[in-house]
């Protein structure tokens, strides 16, 4: 049974930072893509960032040069790192299963193109 289980959201400061983790089971994580998405309060699911099977990242523009995603194949996790935080950052973030994508850019803009999804972590960023 594939599982995705986030953890590691809290209330941080502008300008402070968060380490996400998403801890899967029930499939082999190296050969698939793995999905970051956020939403917030009345907006739409978006796509945050992405890790395909060949570790080919992808960044939405609004999280470029603040956020890196890496994975762990041994621990079968994978982690969010996002510094220098912003209020707009501000939702429930979810990890979500793709495909064995050599690379995500084609697919993260659409959720609907991943699998099995995490119940979300709250990530809140105020003063």
């Known amino acids: 049974q594939v599982q995705l289980v986030e953890s590691g959201g809290g209330l941080v400061q502008p300008g402070g930072s968060l380490r996400l983790s998403c801890a899967v089971s029930?499939?082999?994580?190296?050969?698939?893509?793995i999905g970051w998405f956020r939403q917030a309060p009345g907006k739409e699911r978006e796509g945050v960032s992405c890790?395909?099977?060949?570790?080919?990242?992808y960044y939405a523009d609004s999280v470029k040069g603040r956020f890196t995603m890496s994975r762990d194949n041994g621990k079968n996790t994978v982690y969010l790192q996002m510094n220098s935080l912003k209020p707009e950052d501000t939702g429930v973030y979810y990890c979500?299963?793709?495909?064995?994508?050599?690379?995500?850019?084609?697919?993260?803009?659409?959720?609907?193109?991943?699998?099995?999804w995490g119940q979300g972590t709250q990530v809140t960023v105020s003063s």
């Open positions: 029930g499939f082999t994580l190296a050969y698939y893509a």
């Open positions: 890790i395909s099977s060949s570790d080919s990242t």
């Open positions: 979500a299963i793709g495909s064995t994508w050599n690379y995500c850019s084609p697919y993260v803009r659409n959720p609907g193109s991943f699998g099995s």
